[in-house]
């Protein structure tokens, strides 16, 4: 078995090396992360026009947002990126131990950002922000959205829960690929010459924190808060 | 091999470490006020934070050329699709709207 | 008996292995992950789509015999022009030639065993049939009745049809052209037999790359467009509807990124398969290798520059405007350069006729036609006139069906031999590429006179003195209708019963004509290697029987 493990490189038969079928690899995910920009481009450009379009209201809105939770949880994600980057050296270096450890850390960040998002969507239904679903503010946060018009405030919101929304769902499918990772590197499936699963899987997760990186002061440092 | 030189650990605590950072910078930086500056900071902190991101954590810096334009292009792309959107809004209304058209009415062009 | 047992065996016996029959039974091709088996799944579904596009085309031809209309309510025909629209575009032209031709030829052309990524191949096919699902459960339960664009509001809020089940079919089989352009894409820069170096690809592949490099980066946005308006029908929150605070124009901008672009999806496959029928019937080395295979690389990067130019009279600035109708100009260029070089190597060729090359011949002139009378409409003074007539339904035509049809077609009957190992009725082919021809244009060049007359698009009525235009348009689209109908009859009776075709029936040039016909499941008896440029049809010639 140990003999089986050191040097077990799959090659899938379309390839001729094992190189080939890194680089090809590679490659590909980093095309795949190219289609996702242009996925979430789309709800970016869309976020930016309403933006300039309705300053005011998306100012007013974006202070709403919790401020101290968007900084944790940006916090939390860069951390996980720093764990899936360990990783990743951990399987170059086939440290099979730290591997599984890093993974699970990784997942558990994760889980963490995703449970901090939840609670942030808690408080919208509880201040009656949902767009279409519950959308009448009262008290003080009809106050402070009423200036900017609450039509474009609902708008901000949209945006709000379309992208953070696909981003989280983005994170469920990244948990679910770590967990399969998990599995793998505890079979020992790994090693210094095959582990570019976990590197595939390491791109997808950076990215996604970089779309986080620009959600995070898109969406809640934007109007300032002073 | 084709797989990328290993990065020394302490090259990943750095980059970590200067992430943190940069993320207390920009939520402190939310409650100066310095005028249309906020966004500019903001967004400028966030691409700072990509790049450490892409370069190291994504290997950017130790990829091939291939990679390389492959981030460059996606890039690009977006930068496109914004850029043509906002040429369209932002110049909208630079020649005002024209009278509404009536048959009776002769033409007001000199 | 004993002499069926013991003859039938034999000829199987002496045909050597190939893809086809190297297994059996439905799982052998549902699960299979070879790229030309995936091929023909393909085939068999778009073709499936084809002649359902088809019948709604039929039947608006028919409506509009009588200015009153002749067969249906409006209401229906506006759903018969959308669900046109929707399946022969996202449904056949933009997977035909990719996801059937490019599937089957790319690791062939370029001296693989497979693509890189089989899996996601196949995966990309069950996606596009799910995405047809849901497109066909729209059309069962009564159709769409937005146009093929889902223009907001009207998509959003006040049509009342099955907008939801289309759109989704829509945005799901979007992942499947993604995933094909990613396999082609990696498949084309790592898999390349050694000694096949950039130049030395046949220039079907360069548009094959160019065409990837639009799925990869425009579908996505397309993508977005159709899951906000997904959004936006069921929440009604407001990002497109102007009575809540959103911008209808911003749908526009968002889906004609994409669906500009996704022109050039239908078109530049077909100008691949034009390089390389061309050289083969002319017997002469195609003329000007690197600009054809650049102008393919700059009209899919031009190809995103240009949307504006569907939204001149929409409010869209009038400056933005003037940018976009001079960027559509340039888009001429490459396109123009392509028509030039196919002529030049025409030129003093010792050309033969055979049915591709019919095919080839036919879509240079009609593309021709259809990409100048794309000038008219990106100049912004005729397009207020021409906008929303005829003559833009005619231009596209001579473009999606003059052109890409075209030129589909004329790749199906040049790597026939190779997928079947089979020849098909030379004389019938011949026939039914003239059928066609003639078909064609009487059903569309009609369409320019009626669109500059002043009749609008999309109406199911029309003034009695556009009559006479009118039938004789649907007189065409019966012709062009039987014109399809016999190929799909001789490619059926080919496969049985046509003669075996051999490695190159063509004699022609190119690695995907080295190995048997129909390939053994890897493609190459011995891997592959390149030494010579393509089309060297010069120093071939002597080895031609």
Redesign the interface.
Known sequence: MSEAHSGRIHI????ES???Q???G???I?????????????????Y???R???YPAFAAASRILD?RL??IN??VL??S??T???SV?AA??AKRGALALLLILTMLLGAVFLGIKGFEYYQKFVEHVV???DFAPQGEVLARLAPG?L??A??FF??YF?MTGLHALHMIVGLGLLFVLLLRALGSEFNAGY?APVEVT??YW??V??IW??L???L???G??? | ????P??P?RT?VL??VA??VL??L??G??????GPF??VV??G??FI??ML??L???HLLH?NK??HV??V???F??LL??GL??AD?TSRGWIPDPAPWSSSAPPTHP | MSTATTVAPEPRAATPLNYLNVEYGWRSWLFTKDHKRIALLYLISITFYFFIGGAFAVLMRIHLIDPQGALVQPETYNKLFTMHGIIMIFFFLIPSIPSVLGNFLV?LMIG???????RLNLLSWYIYMLGGAFTMYSVIHGGVDTGWTFYTPYSSTYANSQVIPAALGIFITGFSS?LTG?NF???I???RAPGMTWFRMPLFLWSMYATSIIF??????L???LF?LF?ERV?????FTPA????PL?FQ??FW?YSHPAVYIMILPAMGVISEIVPCFSRKRIFGYKVIGFSSVAIAVLSFLVWGHHMFVTGQSIYTGLVFSALSFMVAIPSAIKVFNWTATLYKGSISYDAPMLYALGFIGLFTMGGLTGLFLASLSTDVQLNGTYFIVAHFHYIMVGGAVMGYLGGMHYWWPKISGRLYPEIWARLAAAIIFVGFNLTFFPQFMLGYLGMPRRYAFYPAEFQFLNVMSSAGASILGVGYLIPLIYFAWSMRYGPIAGPNPWGATGLEWQTPSPPPK?NFEQPPAVADEAYDYAHQEVGLV
């Open positions: 899938a038969h379309q390839f094992s190189d080939q890194h680089e090809a590679t490659l590909g980093w095309i795949f992360l190219a289609t996702e920009v242009m996925f979430f481009g789309g709800l970016f450009t869309g930016a026009l309403d300039w379009l309705y401020i968007g900084a940006t916090a860069l951390t990126s720093f899936m980057a360990l050296r170059q270096t767009p279409s679903l018009g039509g474009h609902q708008l949209c945006f379309f582990y390491g791109l950076h990215f924190d970089i990186i620009f995070f002061p898109l809640y440092l934007i300032g808060r002073f | 091999m084709a797989a990328q290993i990065v650990f990943y980059v970590f992430l943190l993320v207390a920009t939520t930086a939310a409650f100066i006020d310095l906020n966004t903001a967004l902190i966030a934070k990509m991101v892409l190291f954590f994504m990829s291939l990679t492959t981030a292009a996606a890039a792309w977006l699709l914004i959107v906002f809004y | 690791p693989a065993r497979d693509l890189a990524f089989p993604i990613l894409i990696v498949t820069h790592k898999m990869v980066l425009g579908t996505p946005v993508a977005i467009a906000l959004l929440f009604q929150v407001g990002i809540l605070g959103g911008d911003l901008h968002l990124f890897d």
